[in-house]
């Protein structure tokens, strides 16, 4: 027996390539759920055609996730691969040096400088002005079902309520929503698996662009200080780097940077997708508002059974063996978060879409890198639904979610609703 199972991985690494382009295609997008159980057909740990893996099982991936001999691939993992040319794209760069891939000790430094970001108390103080968010933009989403007949939720409530939320906690000026929105959607091209060379160009554009925002939101900052977090972050990194301001700034970028785009697309396709998959089922939706004290089994569920993201990627940091499979160092594996949260070893009967389950999934990661905003995605999730359930007792889909031609990040372009 193996820390994951008994599953054993193949050695056709071809094998996956049609699975990979099903998961990109338009069916696969719309349901990935037979993907993911071929995928896991293959094995635990599933060698992917240039050399790392794909990992399956949710005790493997969990393994990977909270381990420390699994690291992120960061600046000096980049240099030593053999296609070192292939990491120096300006987005990917720009990335790199963010939170989710710095590994120990830089990545401990800086983590515990940030603390817990949403507390208890913080999510208490934010809590009204994120309800007052959710209410108005239902104001706009009924306002558009009682002219139309119909509403995009994707586009008036789910891109918009997270960046209403982390705009105004960051206290960025409302005009500046939707051009963050905007290149943020762009940039995440650099993050796609085998990201093409025109989806290359696209996000280093968009890179260009969210360098100049966040730079200049510092700086305005640092001239008009005020009790804000930023204003809060800018006076803790003066005093770490008090001879060095370049090196107080970059650290300013990159947190503002990062804490802000990492809040936007994950949370708002969570979002829709709680929508779709409550709506989609009257006596379901109906049965949530009645029990309103099951909302965050209800969130748990959505987050199980279609994650934001569909990989993550980690490396070796040392020989190992992975579920029965020899892992040599610096390989990287591929996290697939899918694939894990429906192992029916970890959740019976994992294509049943069951707000009482009380099951397990890794959405969030785990270890070091457990997502920072995952207090506050909850939160936002729950005040949501619970007006929305209230507000609209017979919203239902007008047609089925549009997404993003993506591998990793999905993002739900569209999501048409009626009453």
């Known amino acids: 027996m193996t820390a994951a199972g008994v599953i054993r991985g193949t050695t056709d690494r071809r094998a996956v390539v049609p699975l990979l382009r099903r998961l990109r295609s338009q069916e696969g997008q719309a349901n990935p759920l037979p993907v993911w159980d071929d995928l896991r057909a293959l094995g635990e740990v599933v060698p992917a055609p240039w050399g790392g893996y794909f990992v399956t099982g949710f005790e493997a991936c969990s393994q990977i996730l909270r381990g420390r001999d699994w690291l992120v691939p960061d600046f000096a993992w980049q240099e030593r691969r053999p296609d070192a040319a292939r990491w120096q794209d300006p987005a990917t760069r720009e990335m790199t040096r963010t939170l989710s891939r710095l590994n120990p000790p830089v990545h401990t430094f800086q983590r515990r400088a940030l603390g817990n970001l949403f507390d208890r108390h913080t999510l208490e103080v934010m809590r009204p002005q994120v309800d007052a968010h959710v ?28 960046i209403q939320t982390v705009g105004h906690w960051l206290g960025i000026p409302a005009e500046h929503f939707p051009h963050i929105l905007d290149f943020t959607h762009r940039q995440v091209h650099a993050q796609e698996l085998l990201p093409t060379k ?42 770490q ?26 949370t708002a ?33 959505v987050l199980r059974y279609d994650p934001p993201i569909h990989l993550n990627s980690r490396f070796a940091a040392d020989d190992t063996v992975l579920a029965g499979v020899p892992i040599a160092k610096d390989t990287t594996v591929h996290v697939l978060y899918g694939a894990a949260n429906h192992d029916p070893r970890r959740n019976p009967e994992p294509h049943v879409f069951d707000i009482r389950r009380k099951g397990g999934h890794l959405t969030f990661g785990g270890g070091a890198h457990y997502c920072l905003g995952t207090a506050l995605a909850r939160m936002e999730a729950r005040l949501l639904l619970t007006q929305l359930l209230r507000r609209f007792p017979t919203l239902r889909p007008a047609a089925c979610p549009a997404y993003a031609n993506r591998m990793v990040f999905r993002r739900i372009t569209s999501l048409k609703v009626t009453t």
């Open 198 to 239: 025109s989806e290359l160009a696209i996000s280093a554009e968009a890179t260009l662009e969210m360098r100049a925002f966040f730079t200049g939101l510092v700086a305005d900052r640092r001239a008009h200080p005020g009790d804000d977090v930023l204003s809060g972050w800018i006076r803790y990194w003066d005093v």
């Open 135 to 162: 209410t108005r933009l239902l104001d706009d989403l009924d306002l558009q079902l009682r002219l139309r007949g119909e509403a995009d939720f994707a586009t008036t409530v789910g891109d918009q309520l997270p």
């Open 241 to 266: 780097y008090p001879d060095d301001r370049a090196a107080a700034d970059q650290m300013l970028y990159d947190l503002t940077m990062f804490i802000t785009i990492a809040s936007l697309e994950t």
């Open 269 to 301: 396709t969570m979002l829709a997708n709680a929508v779709w998959f409550l709506t989609r089922d009257p006596a379901r939706a109906d049965w949530l508002r009645r029990h309103p004290d099951h909302m965050d089994d209800a969130v748990d569920e």
